[in-house]
DNA sequence: CGGGACTTTGAGCAAATTCAACCATTGTGG
DNA sequence: CCACAATGGTTGAATTTGCTCAAAGTCCCG
């Protein structure tokens, strides 16, 4: 949902100008699918549309997490640090995801713009005053967390057990359903996340991240159109390797990734 | 709680027989924290307890999730499995913890009994009717996917970036803060999961296990009593290694650990 | 164009794995 | 009650995968 004034005067009638919730882009993926045009309508009085440019934080890991973020553009990623510098990035978020889970009113990690990002932010107090009401919304949270788990565990396995070549197999199918259930190609993969980047989520060094691309390109396997777009070319090799008897799963809704 | 009613008449009186909730020696710290007396007998029309053998399983990845569990007595290892055998453990259980979070109701992972394993077992779809009348259960629900979340996630830090002698280090800091919790002592702690397991929780080889845990010995930072046993000795060492500023956090509260 | 950030490639290295043998503990049957 | 088989744990040597350090190459963007 574009948060500019002037651009709903042109995009939208006066009619939705007044609910630009209703005419959100990702309204239909997002946590707000589940609410009804009334309950939208409140939800809209307690939410800041705002925009990040790429690099900046959006919120720090350990912070009293004061806010719950829904992505309405752009990329995000989310990361815990140990003392020494070394980086787990432990999700990628983009267009229709949540974000924000926090444990103990505290954010578990920091959470930066890839590219510019935009977002609407809810107060968390407020959110949970409207969650005693509408039920529903709490029955998504629920549904949103066990996406987000069911995922955590899938890269658990990920990092514990795959080889490199089975991890970014992985990623790439992953990256690949995810832009399908998007509307988008399924083949041409976007990488909007630097090498370093794609290495710390799979915890790997960027060096074998390149090396294992260009591995794959020699094997037919991928394409590699510019280092921040990819092409699958042999789609059931990339299932073989990273473990995926068919196309399907990889991580059935969003969440992380 | 001891499901034999011999036992019942012997342990408890006549008035507590009718509610072996109200005398569940984990209750304050499991999912029936939440209710009060007259929600608690409507649970308990719901509830199967059985024991489960060492080496049984519980429930298996993918099969339709049908019920949900509380663990009373034992421990409990989950884990998902690749094609080739190799295996993640994604958490270990025990009395308290709450089992069965499922994802498009299928379970996500495979849990089975390391010890006899005693369970308080929930038909989730009666369950989930007594949940749209106990707002309170809803959110300890949410309350618990989040935790479990956020250990999910220290684990992805430690399975994709710690070396072997921190994720050792972790586990054993994890385990002692668990016992603590528990009113054990902490310097104590035991190991009822074999080598095997323990690599296969940490992304690591059982020798490689073995190693540290020799290697700690001669440090002396543990000392080890029988291979089911440790003792903490240099805690401090062992947090500076899990890169733990102080004592606390690990994973503070339940879940999985 | 030129400069900076990102990416790729190469060579040597190291942590953890693999494979194999040995040891300890436990429980069972002779 | 002891011998011995079975299971799980430890230790060693060789190997390997992915990492580190270093240099060269590309791609944006102003």
Redesign the pocket.
């Known amino acids: 949902m574009p948060s500019d004034k002037a651009l709903d005067d042109i995009l939208l009638g006066p009619a939705d100008r007044t609910s630009p919730c209703a005419a959100c882009d990702v309204r239909d993926v997002s946590i707000c699918a589940v609410l009804d045009p009334d309950e939208l309508k409140r939800l809209e009085k307690i939410v800041t549309r705002l925009a990040v440019q790429p690099?900046e934080t959006i919120f720090c890991e350990a912070a009293p997490a004061e806010y719950l973020f829904n992505v309405t553009g752009g990329a995000v990623k989310v990361y815990k640090l140990l003392a020494d510098g070394r980086r787990q990035i432990t999700g990628f978020f983009f267009p229709g995801d949540f974000l924000g889970l926090a444990h103990l009113n505290k954010y578990a990690y920091t959470a930066e713009a890839i590219e510019e990002v935009r977002l609407c932010r809810f107060s968390r107090r407020k959110l949970e005053k409207m969650l005693e009401q509408y039920p529903k919304l709490e029955k998504h949270l629920l549904q949103t967390a066990s996406n987000e788990l069911a995922s955590a565990q899938d890269q658990m396995l990920l990092l514990g057990r795959?080889?490199?070549?089975?991890?970014i197999a992985t990623f790439l199918l992953a990256l690949s359903e995810r832009a399908k259930r998007h509307g988008r190609s399924g083949e041409r993969v976007n990488?909007p996340?630097?090498?370093?980047?794609i290495?710390d989520y799979l915890?790997?060094?960027?060096?074998?991240?390149?090396?294992?691309?260009?591995r794959f390109?020699n094997d037919g396997k991928v394409e590699?159109t510019?280092?921040?777009h990819v092409t699958l070319q042999d789609r059931q090799a990339l299932c073989r390797l990273a473990g995926l008897v068919e196309d399907e799963p990889v991580s059935a809704v969003a969440g992380s990734l």
Chains 1, 2 share one sequence.
């Open positions: 690099r795959k080889t490199a070549r089975e991890r990488l996340m630097s090498r370093g980047d290495g915890g790997l060094t960027m060096e074998t991240v390149s090396r294992t691309f260009t390109k590699l510019g280092a921040r």
